[in-house]
């Protein structure tokens, strides 16, 4: 299955930096001794709904229910051009609300169904981990306001949320996720210094 996904993943992207992009986030969950094919498949179509025209129906049928499942929690919402912001945002009746505080909303809103999602199945957790110790690894291809948005939402949604979780996860899932955490604070701090925030 890992190597009918890679294919699919190869076919898709045509860039070679979108190609290594799941590879390296499979390669971090095999540091951590993740090595079950659900979640290395997972890792691996990470991002594939946003980057083509794949369904998550396609995705169930090719790789199973499970791998459909947290690929489609994982997925963000796209963002539309400007010219569909603002008749997206006037559609919404939010008139008292700004452009800012609407975004922030529709973030708040893939919080939580990442939250209810890592409730179903704890490789959603993990995978998302990953993804975050891979952006604080390669922090230069980020812009300086976004590398602080970055740190900022770690910081203030995504640490508080995991650790509400941790109580659910079985022993071997508990250690993974202590050494995953350290290793995405000593990140944060790392940056932090960096960038000059408190």
């Known amino acids: 299955m890992f190597k009918k996904a890679l ?30 094919e659900d979640i290395l498949v997972s890792a691996l179509l990470f991002g594939i709904h946003e980057n083509s025209e794949i369904t998550s129906l396609e995705v169930s049928k090719m790789f ?30 939010l008139k008292n609300m700004s452009f800012e505080k609407y975004f922030d909303t529709v973030f708040i809103m893939y919080v939580n169904n990442l939250y209810y999602g890592i409730l179903a199945d704890e490789y959603i957790l993990f995978i998302k981990m990953v993804e975050q110790i891979d952006q604080l690894s390669n922090f230069e291809t980020f812009s300086v306001p976004e590398q602080k948005k970055k740190i900022r939402e ?31 604070i000593e990140l944060i701090k790392f940056h932090k210094a960096r960038l000059g925030m408190h």
């Open 7 to 36: 294919e699919l993943v190869k076919k898709t992207y045509s860039s070679k930096s979108k190609i290594d992009l799941p590879l390296r986030f499979v390669e971090i969950l095999k540091k951590y001794e993740f090595d079950e």
């Open 64 to 93: 199973g229910s499970r791998v459909g499942f947290i690929v489609n929690t994982l997925k963000k919402f796209k963002k539309p051009k400007e010219s569909e912001e603002k008749n997206n945002f006037s559609k919404q009746n």
């Open 154 to 184: 770690l910081m203030e949604f995504f640490l508080p949320m995991y650790r509400k979780i941790v109580p659910i996860l079985t022993k071997p899932y508990l250690e993974k996720y202590k050494k995953m955490e350290k290793e995405l």
